[in-house]
């Protein structure tokens, strides 16, 4: 069984934010259109009239103060409100490929190795654009490393889920390293017509390699992370589903089929998950003997700032001090998978040799996976 170590991580960022003050604006607009067009009907109780959203509510519910997107104009055009994202041939790189290997070049940079020393690819993310051929082979390809490929999706879980497969491909001698690659194009599944969770998500993407620690230097600049342990956890609920398939109707142009785009019951999702996150921490700390509160740093996913502070309040036994329990979704929102990665890319370069840190992500399945780190 060989060691496996997180020796690199990558952040694509895209270059478009929309703050709530705009978000709300395009939304109120198309509420203002939809009662208007609608008056009699609202008059005669035959049709529901939409209400506002607020960005004051949105920023206490949620703690989210703007979001990167891949296409703001579609985004905020209320006779649109979704994304134009123009399909491309098929010689042409996917869309979600591109900011993968973005994210994965940067990581690639940092690792400061060639591509070639790199055996397997997953793209592990929450939404794939298209069935086959897996988008991970296309960012095999367009990176040139051999090997294999293959697409998993655990939703928001799905980056500790890969880093726990590549940690195992590792362990067995399947690869010497793993590059896991996490595009979350969240705004193509959010609907932008719903009051609940129009300002959910955001559009990012992120890339971690997992490497065999042999491999990597043994200490300074290059050595990495340490996998101390790995686990997941699933517990089948309807409370965050998308209809969206291929044996399901296409998504909706306009406002028909809502449930084939992300939906949820954010107050079950509330009780239900922050409970079951924060057992499940506390019982693989103590199985791999970590002491909980000793972590210099939690890199939890990137839900709901109320959701992560709970967690990181259970997790610690008290209230974390400012930095010890990262929060990023107010600059990026919910980006799915990829929020626990960047809030380690952005804030792990402090720690030194010896230091403790855990990578935690949890959503829809339920689905929630644990990798304690500690810096080599
Ligand atoms: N603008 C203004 N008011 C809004 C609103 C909006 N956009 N959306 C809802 N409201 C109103 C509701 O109408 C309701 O009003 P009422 O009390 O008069 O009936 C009130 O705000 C509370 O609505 P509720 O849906 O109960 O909000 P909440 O406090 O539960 O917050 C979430 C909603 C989604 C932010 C919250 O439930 C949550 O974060 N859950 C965790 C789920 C999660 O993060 N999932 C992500 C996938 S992992």
Not at 239 to 251: M, S
Request: glycine fraction near 8%; aromatic fraction near 8%.
């Amino acid at each position: 069984m060989h060691q496996a170590v997180i020796a690199a991580t990558g952040l694509h960022t895209p270059d478009q934010s929309i703050s709530n003050t705009e978000l709300v604006d395009a939304f109120n607009n198309y509420v203002e259109r939809f009662n208007a067009a609608n008056a009699a009907a609202i008059e005669a109780g035959e049709v529901q009239a939409l209400a506002p959203s607020s960005p004051e509510f949105i920023e206490k519910a949620s703690g989210i103060k703007s979001r990167f997107v891949i296409d703001k104009a579609g985004i905020l055009d209320p006779d649109v409100m979704r994304p134009n994202i123009p399909e491309r041939p098929n010689d042409q790189i996917s869309v979600l490929a591109e900011i993968a290997v973005e994210a994965a070049r940067q990581a690639i940079a940092r690792w400061g190795k060639p591509a070639s020393e790199i055996d397997a690819v997953i793209c592990a993310a929450s939404n794939m654009q298209r069935a086959y051929p897996a988008m991970a082979i296309e960012v095999q390809q367009a990176l040139g490393i051999g090997g294999f490929a293959f697409d998993m999706n655990v939703a928001c879980s799905s980056a500790t889920f890969g880093i726990k497969t590549a940690a195992d491909f590792i362990a067995s001698g399947s690869a010497r390293a793993v590059l896991m690659v996490n595009p979350e194009i969240c705004s193509g599944h959010l609907n932008f017509r719903d009051r609940d969770s129009h300002f959910i998500f955001g559009d990012v993407a992120t890339a971690v390699i997992v490497e065999r620690a042999d491999l990597a230097p043994p200490s300074g600049e290059g050595a990495g992370w340490e996998i101390l342990g790995t686990r997941l956890k699933t517990q089948f609920s309807n409370n965050i589903r998308n209809n969206f398939g291929f044996l399901n109707r296409a998504a909706p142009e306009g406002v028909g089929a809502p449930d084939k785009l992300f939906v949820q019951e954010g107050r079950k999702v509330f009780r239900e998950v922050v409970p079951m996150v924060s057992e499940m921490i506390l019982e693989h700390a103590t199985d791999i003997g970590v002491d909980p509160t000793g972590l210099k740093r939690m890199w939890l996913h990137q839900a709901n700032i109320n959701m992560n502070e709970m967690i990181g309040r259970r997790v610690l036994g008290r209230d974390p001090a400012p930095g010890e329990n990262v929060i990023i979704l107010d600059e990026y929102a919910n980006t799915s998978s990829a929020g626990s990665i960047i809030a380690f890319h952005k804030t792990c370069d402090d720690f030194a040799a010896g230091e403790t840190g855990l990578i935690c992500s949890f959503g829809a399945g339920y689905s929630a996976g644990t990798v304690f780190v500690r810096k080599r």
